[in-house]
């Protein structure tokens, strides 16, 4: 009879326990209604790109930010951009990341360099605008892609998104990638300086406006370079990816003769799934809260603008951020 009464005893706790346990708050990013729009204690990390590009310089600005008006401790890390950081990211290295919106969407489709595999990522939001950045040395004769042929071309870092983009305009052109230049998987800084010391001919850049970097080299080789008219190529961009634009580089941004017409892509910060609601619903309140001092970091900042956050289709929104938008509007 004892027996019986502490296994009925028992019994009735556990069904206490989980009736209590119910009733406890979730911040799962699947309750993102009931969860507050606060972030908890905790530390993040940020993987932004390669130093000296946009994604870098405003990432250490982000986590500057989070770290400074939330209860949360961020740090951001130089990394190889964005395949790279998506792969890092699900596998549990960053909690959030800096993104193409093309790689993205070939992420979450398990297409390209994600060889059939769909990444459970989520948006927090659309941030600026990439350029594309095809410079050449004016004595290399490259006055198109297709000129491109058989020339030492820096195509990005590997596994960047700057090297998907760089592909596609290669094939886009006509071109093999594998067999018809001669890549050059290179970070920025070491492309700068192989274009200035004139053992790179051309290369590829996506970024935000203006990159340190680029500035650096056109100060530097004047009108020994020039930037190359790639936009013929966005209707077959538009094939493989809607998200592509037109756009054009002011000439103030890198003291040019005149705009350069160029393609563009939307980028937006990722995060897993289970990223939690209410960390979503801050980090997003908090980058259109303090837009003003991202912009002090970077002028790139000025374009994020929240009645343009989630367009982002096909990349999924982290419902955390689709409230704190919500409440933005």
């Known amino acids: 009879m004892r027996l019986t009464r502490v296994l009925a005893a028992v019994a009735a ?10 009733k406890q708050r979730d911040t799962s990013a699947t309750n993102a209604n009931a969860a507050p729009c606060e972030a908890s204690e905790g530390r993040v990390t ?12 405003l990432g250490g600005g982000l986590a500057q930010v989070i ?6 401790k961020a740090t951001a890390a130089e990394t190889g951009a964005s395949v790279q950081n998506i792969q890092q990211l699900v596998a549990g290295d960053y909690d959030i990341a800096f993104s193409l919106a093309d ?16 990444q459970k990522v989520q948006a927090l939001t659309r941030i600026h605008l990439n350029y594309v950045h095809v410079l050449v040395r004016a004595d290399a004769g490259i006055n198109s892609i297709t000129d491109m042929r058989g020339k030492r071309i820096s195509t990005g870092s590997p596994r960047s998104g700057t090297e998907v983009i760089a592909n596609r ?28 010391d004139g053992t790179i001919d051309g290369l590829v850049w996506v970024g935000g406006l203006p990159t340190a970097q680029i500035t650096d080299l056109t100060t530097t080789l004047k009108d020994r370079a020039k930037f190359v008219d790639v936009t013929g190529l966005l209707g077959k961009l538009k094939q493989i990816n809607p998200v592509y634009d037109q756009a054009k580089i002011p000439a103030a941004t890198y003291r040019t003769p005149a705009e350069v017409p160029t393609v ?3 980028n937006v910060l990722l995060v897993r799934e289970d990223f ?29 603008d929240v009645h343009k956050a989630t367009v982002i289709d096909p990349i999924p929104m982290h419902p955390g951020a689709s409230k704190a938008l919500e409440s933005l509007r």
């Not at 556990?14 to 009736?19: P, V």
């Not at 770290?67 to 949360?72: D, T, V, Y």
């Not at 992420?107 to 360099?113: I, L, T």
């Open 276 to 304: 939690p609601a209410g960390n979503a619903c801050a980090i997003t309140k908090l980058i259109y809260d303090k837009k003003d001092d991202l912009a002090k970091v970077h002028p790139a900042a000025k374009d994020i």
């Open 67 to 72: 770290s400074g008006n939330s209860k949360l």
């Open 103 to 118: 790689t993205a969407a070939d992420a979450v489709a398990g297409r390209d360099s994600f060889n059939g595999k769909p």
């Open 264 to 266: 563009v892509i939307p």
């Open 169 to 196: 305009l290669l094939q886009a052109a006509g071109l093999n990638p594998d067999s018809d230049v001669q890549a050059q998987r290179l970070d920025l800084t070491k492309t700068v300086d192989g274009m200035k």
């Open 46 to 57: 940020l993987a932004t790109g390669n130093a000296g590009g946009v994604y870098y310089v």
């Open 13 to 22: 706790l556990s069904l206490l326990a989980a009736g209590c346990g119910g």
